[in-house]
């Protein structure tokens, strides 16, 4: 048996034996491993295996832009990688002769701003899943590290630090920079398919901007960065797909690539999660296949010995545009309306997710505030437990305060519902709450939490 048949075999194996969702808990993914894809030599059948056959394609192109001392690659994810896209991109790059060292660090519900060193993400964790698969110098296998959801059956992840893009750089050197993300974009638009042009694409380029101007400035090694955009989804309408992918695209290709990951996806999937986001199995290893053949095609068409790093680019960025804010409100409400909390395999893996509750407002305490009615978000879930809510009931009146969901809130891109709210309201949320996330310092969580 070849070493890609042995290697297929133990990965398929593993997939059959993994845990299988039952009426009781959510449907989970098997574990990520990257799968067996050996630079020479074919199957037992005499055919070039797929996985290999990219492999034989794309390699040459990865060559004709490789020095001796061959490329540096550093692949970041959010959880969309966790079902085997990273791992199989990971692979692919592992397999092509032109590739040194490849660096894949998979930490689920991540933003961009979440590998960023700046404020309120400086202590970010993920609790939902974290893969690691990096190269070490001298050794042939690399150094992995998998915590996942659901493996084994009925497991929850510990605390892991999300790693910043400012010490990777620093210490991994990368050439190319592949970057997955954009997914947790979708939970702005809390009804699914209402697009407000400029709240909305304003919250994106928030997160987008930050990170695409840092590279630009001091991304001094790389040559090639390329965006992941989100793959066909059935959470959100097309064109709320489209208006994110197009937001993000503003600040990604003044630095890079943009690619579109609708255009080599097929929603629905054969093996996908409740949120119809998530999917995991063969089609998430095509997805990181045909991502592989992108990029490989890019460097093939693109002398990346010839580029310059993104340093040495005149790149140009306009002025960070500062919204204003009402400001912190205190306000007489009664509820009018609210959202059912859901069950929590409905948005697993994550932790933390957040319910709408409908206000008619009775009368403005302190502040600014000029609506009839106003739309809070609540914490149903955080890392994993469920809030009690029960003291808010249907028509009863209650004096709070209350701040705007700012755009770089650790809230921001938390998973939401919202059954109850209108468009044009922006959402609110309790000030006490705002100190509750988990990675807040005012939270105190993780001191509680094993950070491995």
Known sequence: MSRYLLGLWLWAGFAWAAPVADDKGPEVAPEVVPRAVPVTGDDDSGEPARGMQIAKDSSALCLT??????????????????????????????????????????????????????????????RCGFIRIETVAGKTKPATESDCYGTPKGHKPGAHTVPKIEDLLDRVQPDIVVFQNGNNFFDFFTQGSTIKEETHGNLIRAHVLPLARWLAANASSVRKFYWVGPPQAGNVSAEVQQFVFDSISTGVTKIGVMLDSRKITHYPYKNQEKDKMHFFGQAALDWGDDTFRLIAQDLGANDIEAAQVLTKRSIEFAPPVVQAKEGDVQLRLRLKAMTKVPEPETFAPYGEFLVGYLYDVVKVLDGKYDEKQLLVMHPAYIKHIKQDLTRFKLTKEFDLSLAEIAEDSLWATVHRRDDVGKPELFPYILTQDIGRHPDSPECGCTEQDSTK
């Open 65 to 126: 832009a490789v020095s001796d001392k061959g490329l540096r690659v550093l692949i970041l994810s959010d959880s969309m990688g966790i079902g085997g896209f990273a791992g199989e991109l990971d692979a692919c790059f592992r397999a092509c002769p032109g590739v040194a060292a490849v660096h894949t660090i998979v930490a689920c519900g991540t933003n961009p701003l979440s590998w960023m060193k700046a404020p309120p993400y400086t202590n970010a964790s993920t």
